[in-house]
């Protein structure tokens, strides 16, 4: 099962609520109902069953997270350990610790359309949006958010900062967990995993740089936790045959 974020639409209005997975109490009680209804693996023991390839336990349910959200230390791993439930964290490794690059792009266009004076419209490469009401400029957000995924990164991201700044651009907000943190969460148990550097498309780059994605993340773990699994989470799911 995957997750993004853990908390309540009010905690952080100032993140695009369509990563938020559930709520704390309603959490709870999935981990309640995996922790007595099913066989909570750990990543280390999925790769052993591989590796030895035998079979699962009945009922396997492997945990991940992906962003790296601070919820997932402030909510979802206190639930985790009462029931002693394993998890793996996906990490877009350039975002811990680092201000310049601290915050998704995704997360900065809905704060931008939420907050934005504008009443008009605005005009881009996509398309025009009414943003004459709440609705409507969070109908636009989704709407851009979604087709820029589809776009060439670097085509994607100039958009992205021509939308910030015909809307007025946010100030910036932390919202990854720091390597302090993600080092704390990995002695306490929690799988530190490679989720690329920057969270692109890795479909829409050049090979180059999909290899400094992934490549790279990997060795940002290496380097800040003292070790790596074997594995990879694709930002967004989204893969080719060169990736």
């Known amino acids: 099962m995957t997750y993004h974020r853990v908390d309540r ?10 990563l938020l997975s559930a709520t704390p109490e309603v959490f709870a009680e999935h981990v309640r109902l995996i922790a007595t209804e099913y066989h909570p693996l750990g990543l280390d023991e999925l790769l052993h069953v591989r590796a ?32 002693g439930v394993p998890a793996t964290l996906f990490v877009p490794t350039a975002y811990a610790d680092n201000t310049s690059a601290g915050e998704f792009w995704w997360d900065r266009l809905y704060r931008a359309f939420d907050r934005t004076a504008r009443t008009d419209q605005i005009n881009t490469q996509l398309g025009e949006f009414p943003l004459n009401s709440a609705a409507l400029r969070y109908a636009a957000c989704r709407n851009l958010a979604e087709r820029l995924k589809g776009l060439d990164h670097d085509v994607a991201m100039r958009i992205v900062e021509h939308l910030l700044q015909a809307l007025g ?46 490549n790279g993340s990997r060795s940002d773990i290496q380097a800040a936790i003292g070790g790596c699994p074997p594995v990879f989470c694709y930002p967004a799911g989204q893969r080719s045959i060169l990736v």
């Open 9 to 18: 639409s009010q905690s952080r209005s100032d993140l695009d609520p369509i």
């Open 169 to 214: 651009p946010p100030q910036p907000v932390r919202s990854v967990l720091s390597w302090n943190d993600l080092r704390r969460l990995a002695d306490e148990g929690v799988t530190v995993a490679p989720h690329s550097r920057t969270h692109p498309m890795l479909d829409r780059l050049p090979r180059a740089r999909v290899e400094e994605e992934v």
């Open 52 to 83: 030895a390839q035998s079979a699962l336990p009945k009922r396997p349910v492997l945990l991940t997270f992906d962003d790296a959200y601070q919820d997932f230390a402030m909510y979802a791993w206190p639930i985790l350990q009462r029931h």
